[in-house]
């Protein structure tokens, strides 16, 4: 592949995604009205598209979800949900974790899966393919499939895709419009990994995870701690490491405006391209959230340890792929020990206090020495496998099968209660 | 990778393939009964495999397998229809479209799917494979599947392995002789691209699509048109763009040979490389066929402009992927505004005339600029997805599921109209 | 991608390899038990782990499956067996057929498979992964998948994996222990390749197969061959090629030992890379294996032809891509025609006498041409399709969906039976 074709390449791209540039500026609100359709997510673009009922809603759904699949029966029930859908993931940025995970939320409810991964290395840059617009493939794939997950480096390419299915639909000849479901894009939104985020931090504070007796439990809880509270609200979320540079922690604090009585805790370097990003600081106190920035894990807040203070921890790696020169002599001349756990620190934390990591963790960097994973703190490969529930929940609502599910849901534990009956 | 090992690879290729040269000599006729089981098509490897009858048969079911599609339970009846089948898709070519409308096609009717994409990156390039015989590779598919769908640089591959398929099964011992399925092999043959397009051209000469109101109904359009007649037959077909190099255009021109009073028009650089080619121009002028050959889709025919008086047009992409300097020198110099199509152009053609293209298109030359797509005469996204009802259909035929399909259909609908009935 | 970048991630592996050397370190029966559970493989790791009594199981069940295969009515019950599963294929060293054979055995069951392929590639090598514990990424597929099917180059990775599912399942808190399946991994195991191997001189020892007529009948056989007994036991089996560098005829040789009287004749370079490992050889003395060790499949054995006393010959292929420069030279002064099977030679081998090969077969070097494939005593490519029984029935025993298997291959031929009867 010489260089000259592949500039091609983007400069079509860029050339085509000029013609969304208006609806991109648009504000939030009026985007996510595109999204919606009578109610229900159309496509899934921003994080800013959940409220705080539909959380609740999909969080609820995925317990049911989790709950089916716990035996083979039900299993197979989940697997006739929405089996006769047929979803592309178009994955051009490379990712394996949520591509595995969105790909086992498919598998669960039936749904079969076809896959455009990494383009560096498939077919779409075959020399004829180079100079197509990338709109004619999303288009030709809304021909041949019922979703598209996608995660892309160009930013709001996703957001793009979901105006080209609206406009389609539009037209006065009949096109299909199919859900866009954005899997990460560029490096600014991953809604789906805050939805799995928002549904570990709801289960951890129900306290009521009765397999994993490690978890401590709620009435003993009280007794340490007398204000604390079950639920998302009335909390006190730290978030630790590249917050100036990764989606996750931007996506995450935008859900979770959604709960009453939240604070934040900013911990990263103190210097512009890594610490919390101006926009969304000021979106924060323009919502009147209390929220603190410190430059250690080991900082003091009101003369008390941090880490002694806040129900949870959101730690994150540093993305050094992304790394200019001038930011390796940063990194170089900076004591990044002050945003890596270590056991000494969890044991300053709260017995309950969940900590979470959207990983890939680096192991060489050591942000989480596996020292720490049997801690029953150690709640981020719970969190990998809750992308599989959310996922799947998400999906349900998507294609409005969330009546169908409470059903079977009704109908396999009953016949299982009538089972257990008979059996007594 | 050196070169030398990849050298051997190639050569071991050619060695293996010298084998079957008596075979592939052999005149048209002589081969079709070879792909041919019981008046069935056994393995799928030319256009001229297709008989009238069996156009006609395909085109039907395709019809019914994208009716049955159209609702959540026909979906999933559908589904069960081949369900216990395994293709393999081979596609050592590089290809998006063709590949993914034959995994949807597959995955309609339940055919789960495995693939082995571009060599170049995938497994049959270790070093363990590097020296074993393709044919070895396809005899092993052959063991683990019941299918291989196949797309390859190399001519005739396909037919070769069609050849090996009928070797092992007629040999003393038992082996299986699995369908040949060729997706595009080499610069000559894409049967199934041409049969979509047949497909395409039939339903829109029936004017009936009731869903596209922008579509002319064809009663209006006989006041315009009084010599219009339904169906494939009676028409002039233009084809344009790069004639000499697309096995599109052939494997089409081929599939129309069916119909009566079919006419001809090939657009293209006058240049021996790009124009119609002599043994297609030979074999048409032996069949009487009435053809014009001209170098702009602005020249005239008895003196009205062509475009005036076409009933279709197929547009290409010029496949600058295959150029050799002295192509690129020869672009330079021509003008090549003369094979785009306008706005303008559109204009001149009756308003019913499809415009179809096989895809992907050049968006940087602009042989179909967007601003045409949206014109009720643009086909070329139908056509795309025209792809999978037609595959599947052809699929239920070489499997002989055509009465299963014709009785779930009949069943389907018949319960749909009690339901009505019911509801009424 | 730069060297350093790579060169870490190589670093960390092995720092994470490290941890689990005192239990690789172990003597294989102390490791055996940790991948049983209540009597049944968990993970299947070694060949030694395969006794006799399982041997016998697999091999039955694995006719059952192939019985079962053979009309579509059985293929599709067989599809619903472990239709709630998910399996993951991990193949970070390419590999096509071994890949393929557990794809369609997965698929033959129901079980639905997503692929992480050559890490060269695939999206495992992104900048964030890099750094990424090889580790994590097991422990997050066993969140998404019931079932992780591994070929690496890192000798002993799935033995540390299916430590790793056990420890994780030893924690507190529940979670999943997932079964590893090794598919091949560095230079010494690949125990399902021997099962399939064990599976066709079972098939082949029977003297049952009535399809391939050409194959001898046992009792015609007796006249000629009076010592001859059906069975695995009793017999002589040759092995030639590269036999220090292969890691199939090592397992082979391995689950031969459940046998009786099997003697063994190793052919290959007098070199000690490529002869007999010494660790085997003292292996089978220990035993009292009776061993003879030639460097010509022309070499004499008490004074007869070696060929014509042999009841099974196992070729395998010259690893050129092991090479190192002196390995060349050695190649270069050496006759390599020793090691090479021609028609004569096949001619002076007993009639019933099946021979074998792993696949790929080197067709430059030409261990065995074409020329022998259609003689009845080629076995290779009906081995290469037991592959899909002999897993498929390795896969039911994992999940102990033995009895279901039974079950329906009772029910399955009792009603063909019925309806054969009710049609007469």
Same mark, same amino acid.
């Given at each position: 592949?010489?260089?000259?074709?592949?500039?091609?390449?983007?400069?079509?791209?860029?050339?085509?995604?000029?013609?969304?540039?208006?609806?991109?500026?648009?504000?939030?609100? /009026?985007?996510?009205?595109?999204?919606?359709?009578?109610?229900?997510?159309?496509?899934?673009?921003?994080? !800013?598209?959940?409220?705080?009922?539909?959380?609740?809603?999909?969080?609820?759904?995925?317990?049911?979800?989790?709950?089916?699949?716990?035996? =083979?029966?039900?299993?197979?029930?989940?697997?006739?949900?929405?089996?006769?859908?047929? !979803?592309?993931?178009?994955?051009?940025?490379?990712?394996?974790?949520?591509?595995?995970?969105?790909?086992?939320?498919?598998?669960?409810?039936? #749904?079969?899966?076809?896959?455009?991964?990494?383009? &560096?290395?498939?077919?779409?840059?075959?020399?004829?393919?180079?100079?197509?617009?990338?709109?004619?493939?999303?288009?030709?794939?809304?021909?041949?499939?019922?979703?598209?997950?996608?995660?892309?480096?160009?930013?709001?390419?996703?957001?793009?895709? !979901?105006?080209?299915?609206?406009?389609?639909?539009?037209?006065?000849?009949?096109?299909?419009?199919?859900? #866009?479901?954005? !899997?990460?894009?560029? &490096?600014?939104?991953?809604?789906?990994?805050?939805?799995?985020?928002?549904?570990?931090?709801?289960?951890?504070?129900?306290?009521?995870? =009765?397999?994993?007796?490690?978890?401590?439990?709620?009435?003993?809880?009280?007794?340490?701690?007398?204000?604390?509270?079950?639920?998302?609200?009335?909390? =006190?979320?730290?978030?630790?490491?590249?917050?100036?540079?990764?989606?996750?922690?931007?996506?995450?604090?935008?859900?979770?405006?959604?709960?009453?009585?939240?604070?934040?805790?900013?911990?990263?370097?103190?210097?512009?391209?890594?610490?919390?990003?101006?926009?969304?600081?000021?979106?924060?106190?323009?919502?009147? #959230?209390?929220?603190?920035?410190?430059?250690?894990?080991?900082?003091?807040?009101?003369? /008390?340890?941090?880490?002694?203070?806040?129900?949870?921890?959101?730690?994150?790696?540093?993305?050094?792929?992304?790394?200019?020169?001038?930011?390796?002599?940063?990194? &170089?001349?900076?004591?990044?020990?002050?945003?890596?756990?270590?056991?000494?620190?969890?044991?300053?934390?709260? =017995?309950?206090?969940? #900590?979470?990591?959207?990983?890939?963790?680096?192991?060489?960097?050591?942000?989480?020495?596996?020292?720490?994973?049997?801690?029953?703190?150690?709640?981020?490969?719970?969190?990998?496998?809750?992308?599989?529930?959310?996922? &799947?929940?998400?999906?349900?609502?998507?294609?409005?099968?969330?009546?169908?599910?409470?059903?079977?849901?009704?109908?396999?534990?009953?016949?299982?209660?009538?089972?257990?009956?008979?059996?007594?």
């Amino acid at each position: 592949m010489s260089d000259t074709k592949s500039a091609h390449s983007e400069d079509i791209f860029q050339r085509d995604m000029a013609e969304y540039e208006p609806l991109i500026r648009r504000p939030v609100r /009026k985007k996510i009205a595109d999204f919606n359709r009578d109610g229900r997510l159309k496509h899934v673009i921003l994080s !800013a598209q959940f409220t705080r009922p539909l959380l609740d809603e999909i969080c609820d759904h995925a317990d049911m979800v989790r709950e089916l699949a716990g035996d =083979t029966d039900g299993k197979r029930k989940l697997g006739t949900l929405l089996s006769h859908l047929h !979803a592309m993931l178009y994955f051009t940025q490379p990712s394996t974790r949520t591509f595995l995970s969105f790909a086992a939320a498919c598998r669960l409810l039936g #749904i079969a899966t076809e896959q455009v991964r990494d383009s &560096a290395v498939s077919s779409e840059t075959s020399e004829g393919s180079k100079r197509e617009s990338r709109f004619d493939s999303i288009r030709m794939f809304s021909s041949y499939f019922d979703l598209i997950v996608m995660r892309s480096k160009a930013p709001n390419f996703a957001e793009c895709c !979901a105006y080209l299915m609206n406009e389609l639909e539009s037209r006065e000849f009949n096109t299909r419009n199919i859900p #866009i479901l954005n !899997a990460g894009s560029g &490096a600014d939104q991953h809604p789906t990994q805050a939805l799995l985020d928002v549904y570990t931090i709801r289960r951890t504070f129900q306290f009521q995870d =009765t397999k994993r007796t490690a978890r401590p439990q709620f009435m003993q809880l009280r007794e340490r701690y007398p204000e604390l509270k079950q639920g998302i609200d009335d909390k =006190t979320y730290a978030f630790c490491g590249d917050l100036g540079r990764g989606r996750t922690v931007r996506s995450l604090v935008e859900l979770l405006l959604n709960y009453d009585h939240v604070r934040m805790v900013f911990i990263s370097p103190d210097n512009e391209k890594f610490r919390l990003g101006d926009d969304l600081r000021n979106r924060l106190i323009e919502r009147n #959230i209390e929220i603190e920035e410190v430059d250690s894990l080991d900082a003091q807040i009101n003369g /008390k340890p941090l880490l002694s203070q806040i129900d949870c921890l959101y730690m994150t790696r540093i993305q050094q792929e992304h790394n200019h020169p001038e930011d390796e002599q940063f990194f &170089a001349s900076t004591d990044m020990s002050h945003y890596h756990l270590t056991p000494e620190r969890v044991k300053s934390m709260r =017995t309950y206090a969940p #900590i979470l990591h959207p990983f890939p963790r680096d192991s060489v960097a050591g942000e989480i020495p596996t020292s720490i994973d049997s801690d029953p703190r150690a709640m981020y490969f719970h969190q990998a496998r809750n992308g599989l529930w959310a996922r &799947a929940a998400l999906l349900i609502h998507v294609f409005n099968a969330d009546r169908t599910l409470m059903q079977m849901y009704k109908e396999h534990f009953a016949d299982v209660h009538d089972f257990n009956e008979a059996v007594l």
